[in-house]
């Protein structure tokens, strides 16, 4: 058995047809007070946004807090009317669809939340959570429905048994795998996840990002991935959308991205990231931004950056920055950034300086991989071909699923890649069938 | 946030409070401390174990802990949610809620002093002055209805005996320091009135008030953003480089952790784990549980599309923990003598670095 | 950034059978030693309302003169033979006259409660849930009927429909009770309100919409489920109230007609003779105190109960 660390990234298929697509999408809302609330200002909580999502890709979205991500993903879903520009699903203008229509077209778009406490009806058990979808589309009904319900929470890697529990009983991944359940059980082409693991514990945010990527190579499914952690998102994305106060102001693949930032803001964010290695964090060159987000009720004019902006003030402050808004402007093929002086962020070293050597990924040393390799040979059999039609083949695959389980508590965590799964202990017959879950923090100082 | 190490020159030394008699007590400071490094540690933990009674048993939180801060050095904490970092802070500076929480055994040494023989009084002059707490949330701990300056200057007045006048004054050279523009203008401001970022920076202004000899942060930038978790980070790291304040650092982010302390300590479960220098620990982890943390995260440096690794399984309850390796339950490399007796914190190569690992220990099998 | 939420002490899954939200909150309720009395007390109103008149040594009107003239000739005081109670100046059972009485409290309750449930629960879940133009409407309505005297209003009512079939029903008293369920669903109507605008941003409901779900399906079956604990407190809370303004009406001399009494109405005989007999007073006002403890505390209970927030504490 090889014992390799590394695998080779699974060559993801994208087709270069577009599922979704935002055209200078505006959502504003308005800010009312007084007895007769009337208007006082608007909040632009995204001001203008046009890109592409292609099928079978995932985008990511990163920015700050209160940027905008969440109302572009809910707008993509139309979960909030824009207040201008469009979104077209497949070549179809949601705004254009009658309430049924879109109703209809709600089985091929889905989305997943940050909060899993939050996004569980905490009244109803995992099974009528699970089954509501599919009672909504009529997709099932009677014995059927509950097989499929089954099906779904064993698609998540959790035991159907659990059909009957209440949100309450389950810890954060747990319930976050029941969401992503909920929104599988409509077949969706397109999900939105929005910060699917900032609220979980890290070793859970990985078995999350691991069941989200298998998921997606197994029924081809194309994601909106929102996050404020820029390594999460390169971990996961095809190509990468930084936002900044309401505008995208650099997009592109993460490889381009990550390694030239062309928008200042960018290289700011890459060198805020924390990276878990004392090497790599001492050798880089940082800029810190200083100040909070300015308010989206009134952006600054020009371009909205010009007020934390390291490279303006590197520049001597021009004139150009504080008047005109940069448009989105190619740097090579497919990057593409919003500066006027991209260029100069493009040839700096600012914030991603570490990219240049990798440094060695330390975690479970070689000597521990070898002790292992006797027991790896049994969990090794899963590499069958990734599924790519959605829906359709789900029964097949969770029937494929069930049969590589050791038990269907920890199952989608060991799928997909061979070369891991020498690393991934499988679960002890005698632990409790449950996710990893740390016990609780009881009261918290304050 | 570690940069090239710093040379004197680079950093302002001077803390501009009022620049002649911050100078001179500083460098008092400075030499008073020299003088004390030698002896040892400014903080020494010794088998510290807290516990609480729940109606379910007694949960033992932190369980026979020990560990030494020294001057100027900026420790880290780290490990999952719930495995006893907050009440390891929480016991030192004495804030345990009690009942039903109480620290069973152990001795915490803080600069000569032996801080659990002290009584609430004492302890409570020691907590302002000589020990800042930075919370976990900055959103409730600070008090809604009373203004940031007021809340500054509270303990600023109780502890050093300012004036009013001088506090205030204080106050606004505190605020000026951990980066609030326009300190004068927003004395008045309430809470709500600062974003989550200010409000953390309010809650360290708090902390450094009376010039603390250590600093306990509790996962001082967890609810903040990235660019605002790096100025905070920033922050702390050159006032303690400043001050010589040494910094006991929880969180459960390795990135963190990597450029911030001079040591971690990764604990589980209510034990420590595994600690070392942060050149040890990241470069040769001795342990799996460690070494399942550093594989479970995605990293910036990544090659796109590895699959992670990820620990399975559940943390026990820490309700009568059996006589075994705590971390044998979701180990894959245990082996009987593991579910049998717990493992000891040994050394692995240097004074500095322990782990609890039957396996890596010299005549384990993974060694 | 959103609040990072984590898992509370001793939520770890233990594979043991679902209990439910439900059988939970009466876990939680069955632990309240108050909240338990207050359980017991409802019980017994209700049964005695049910079975009153059935256990009742005498018919409430029957007047024992007999026994009244083999006395003083006034009130039979308590513990004479017969009439455990006493009589009053009539020579009428007071425990018989209770048991009576105790029916009609518990139809003012459930009369009452049933007025607020149809009117105050749909206008409140509508203006939440369609928000804007209606919303607005809605809740203007609410403020007039808030704002317009409720003892006018029932007055009002009563003689406007004195003739009618709903005004002959019950002795009159069925047009009674309606008028002071009309009078007070507004509370619960604003209560539904402010759940369902809560709910409303909730992320499951955001989920649910996501998925496609009706408009009236989500308010029933996400909406109403969750906001239900602090309305079945409300209305419970309610009930207490509903007995006291008929007490009030029925002194005043609303409602219950003579020779039938309720509580509030024995209250207000017998205080002609509060010197001489007290118990024409103590007993009803003992009884009316006790039905009001007994729906407070099981309101109090499950409130408590029903508080997620309260969850782990006990
Ligand atoms: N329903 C609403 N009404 C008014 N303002 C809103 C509403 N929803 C969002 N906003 C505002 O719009 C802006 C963008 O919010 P959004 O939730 O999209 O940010 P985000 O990028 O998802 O942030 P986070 O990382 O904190 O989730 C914020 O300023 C927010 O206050
Ligand atoms: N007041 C309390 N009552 C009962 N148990 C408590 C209490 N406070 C803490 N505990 C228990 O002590 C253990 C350690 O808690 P602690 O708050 O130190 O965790 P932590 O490591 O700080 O986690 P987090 O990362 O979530 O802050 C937990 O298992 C918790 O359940
Ligand atoms: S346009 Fe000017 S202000 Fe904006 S990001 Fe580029 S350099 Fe900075
Ligand atoms: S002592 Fe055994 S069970 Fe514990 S961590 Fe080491 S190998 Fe794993
Ligand atoms: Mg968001
Ligand atoms: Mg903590």
Not at chain 1, 1 to 12: I, K, N, Q
Not at chain 1, 382 to 410: I, K
Not at chain 2, 153 to 161: D, K, L, T, V
Request: with cysteine; hydrophobic share 40%; proline share 7%.
């Amino acid at each position: 058995m090889t014992t390799t660390v590394e695998t080779t990234p699974t060559p993801r298929v994208t087709d270069q047809k577009v599922l979704v697509q935002v055209d200078d999408l505006k959502i504003h809302f308005p800010i009312r007070s007084g007895i007769f609330k009337t208007v006082k200002g608007t909040v632009k909580a995204v001001d203008g946004v046009s890109f592409d999502v292609r099928r079978g890709e995932t985008l990511g979205l990163v920015g700050e807090s209160g940027c905008g991500k969440s109302t572009i993903g809910r707008a993509m879903i139309r979960l909030r009317e824009p207040t201008a520009g469009t979104v077209a699903f497949d070549g179809v203008d949601l705004g254009s669809l009658s309430s049924d229509a879109l109703r209809k077209m709600r089985r091929r778009m889905q989305i997943i939340f940050q909060d899993p406490y939050g996004s569980l009806d905490p009244r109803m058990t995992v099974g009528s959570t699970v089954s509501e979808p599919i009672e909504t589309h009529g997709l099932a009904a009677g014995q059927a429905k509950r097989d499929r319900v089954a099906e779904l929470l064993t698609l998540v890697g959790l035991d159907p048994a659990y059909v009957n529990r209440y949100p309450h009983e389950f810890s954060g991944g747990q319930r976050q795998r029941i969401g992503v359940a909920r929104a599988l059980a409509v077949e969706p082409e397109f999900i939105v996840c929005d910060e699917p693991i900032s609220a979980l514990d890290v070793s859970i945010q990985a078995q999350v990002l691991n069941l989200l990527t298998d998921l997606r190579s197994r029924l081809g499914l194309t994601y909106l991935f929102v996050a404020h952690d820029l390594s999460v998102v390169k971990h996961i994305s095809d190509r990468v959308a930084v936002m900044y106060l309401g505008k995208v102001v650099e997009i592109g693949p993460p490889d381009q991205l990550y390694a030239a930032p062309g928008h200042p803001y960018t290289r700011a964010l890459l060198s805020a990231v924390p990276v878990p290695d004392p090497t790599a964090e001492r050798k880089r060159k940082r800029v810190i931004l200083q100040g909070d987000v300015p308010s989206p009720v009134n952006p600054p004019p020009g371009c909205r950056f010009h007020t934390r902006c390291w490279l303006y003030e590197r520049l001597g402050q021009p004139e150009e920055c504080r008047t005109v808004d940069p448009p989105l402007v190619a740097i090579s093929g497919e990057h593409q950034a919003a500066c006027h002086f991209a260029e100069e962020s493009v040839k700096s070293d600012v914030g991603v300086a570490h990219m240049e050597e990798r440094s060695i990924r330390h975690g479970t040393p070689t000597k521990a991989l070898e002790s292992l390799a006797g027991d790896a040979a049994r969990g090794n059999g899963n590499q069958g071909d990734p599924l790519q039609t959605p829906g359709g083949a789900m029964e097949a695959l969770a029937a494929s699923l069930g049969a590589h389980l050791p038990s269907p508590g920890a199952p989608v965590a060991d799928l997909g890649a061979p070369g891991s799964s020498a690393g991934v202990p499988g679960p002890d017959p005698e632990a409790p069938n449950v996710d990893p879950q740390p016990p609780a923090p009881g009261t918290r100082p304050s | 946030m570690q940069q090239e190490p710093v040379s004197t020159e680079d950093v302002p030394t001077v803390i501009d409070l009022s620049p002649d008699e911050a100078r001179r007590e500083h460098q008092e400071q400075m030499a008073r401390q020299e003088a004390e490094r030698k002896d040892g540690a400014l903080l020494q933990v010794r088998g510290l174990s807290t516990h609480f009674n729940t109606p379910d048993g007694v949960v033992q939180a932190v369980d026979d802990v020990s560990f030494e801060v020294g001057f100027g050095e900026t420790l880290g904490l780290v490990g999952e949610s719930g495995c006893g970092k907050s009440v390891t802070a929480l016991s030192i500076a004495r804030l345990v809620p009690d009942p039903p929480g109480r620290i069973v055994a152990g001795e915490i040494m803080f600069d000569g002093i032996d801080v659990l023989k002290l009584d609430s009084d004492e302890m409570r002059k020691l907590r302002g002055k000589e020990i800042g707490f930075i919370f976990q949330d900055p959103l409730t701990s600070l008090n809604p209805t009373l203004t940031i300056g007021y809340q500054i200057a509270e303990s600023i007045r109780e502890h050093m005996g300012l004036s009013q006048k001088a506090a205030s004054d204080r106050v606004v050279d505190l605020l000026g320091k951990v980066g609030i523009p326009r300190a004068r203008d927003r004395l008045d401001d309430y809470p709500f009135q600062f974003s989550g970022g200010m409000r953390q920076r309010v809650m360290i202004a708090i902390a450094l008030s009376c010039d603390p000899k250590l600093i306990l942060a509790d996962e001082p930038t967890t609810a903040l953003d990235v660019t605002i978790q790096a100025q905070i980070l920033e922050l702390i790291q050159t006032l303690s480089e400043e001050f010589h304040t040494a910094v006991l650092l929880i969180t459960h982010d390795l990135g963190i952790a990597a450029g911030m302390c001079d040591r971690v300590n990764v604990m589980y479960a209510g034990e420590i784990v595994e600690t070392g220098t942060v050149d040890e620990l990241f470069a040769n982890p001795q342990m799996p549980y460690a070494w399942g943390l550093l594989d479970s995260l995605p990293r910036i440096d990544d090659v796109r599309g590895e699959r992670l690794r990820t620990i399975e399984g559940l943390p026990p309850l820490l309700i009568n923990p059996a006589d075994a390796c705590r971390f044998s339950p979701r180990c894959a490399y245990a082996r009987d003598i593991c579910r049998e007796q717990g493992a000891q914190l040994t050394s692995r190569g240097s004074e500095a670095h322990l782990a609890r690992c039957w396996a890596t220990e010299p005549e384990g099998w993974i060694s | 950034m959103a609040t990072i939420s984590r898992p509370v002490a001793g939520e770890i899954v233990q594979p043991r059978r679902s209990a439910g939200l439900w059988s939970d909150a009466f876990g939680r309720l069955r632990k309240n030693k108050l909240a338990l009395v207050g359980l017991f007390l409802v019980i017994t109103l209700l049964l005695t309302g049910l079975f009153g008149p059935i256990i009742a040594p005498w018919p409430y009107d029957y007047q024992d003169l007999e026994a009244v003239f083999a006395g003083t000739g006034g009130p039979l005081p308590p513990l004479t033979a017969g009439h455990i109670l006493g009589t009053d100046q009539l020579g009428r059972d007071l425990l018989s006259r209770l048991l009576d009485g105790a029916r009609i409290s518990v139809s003012v309750a459930l009369v009452v409660q049933l007025v607020i449930i149809t009117i105050g629960v749909p206008i409140g879940a509508i203006a939440g849930w369609f928000g804007a133009r209606l919303d607005n409407i809605l809740m203007r309505f609410t403020d007039v009927i808030y704002a317009f005297p409720d003892l006018l209003f029932i007055i009002l009512l009563s003689v406007a429909f004195r003739d009618t079939a709903v005004g002959q029903a019950m002795d009159g008293l069925l047009l009674v009770f309606v008028a002071i369920g009309l009078t007070s669903w507004v509370t619960v109507a604003r209560l539904v309100r402010g759940q369902m605008l809560a709910l409303k941003e909730t992320e499951f409901v955001e989920a649910a919409r996501a998925i496609g779900v009706r408009d009236r399906r989500i308010v029933m079956r996400h909406l109403l489920p969750n906001g239900m604990g602090p309305i079945i407190v409300a209305i419970t809370l309610g009930i207490p109230s509903a007995i006291l303004a008929e007490a009030t009406l029925a002194y005043i001399g609303i409602g219950v007609q003579p020779p039938r009494a309720s509580w509030g109405s024995l209250v207000a005989e017998g205080q002609k003779y509060v010197r001489s007999e007290p118990h024409l007073v103590v007993f009803p006002a003992i009884a009316i105190a006790l039905a009001l403890i007994g729906f407070t505390f099981l309101g109090d209970g499950l409130r408590d109960a029903l508080d997620p927030k309260l969850k782990g504490k006990q």
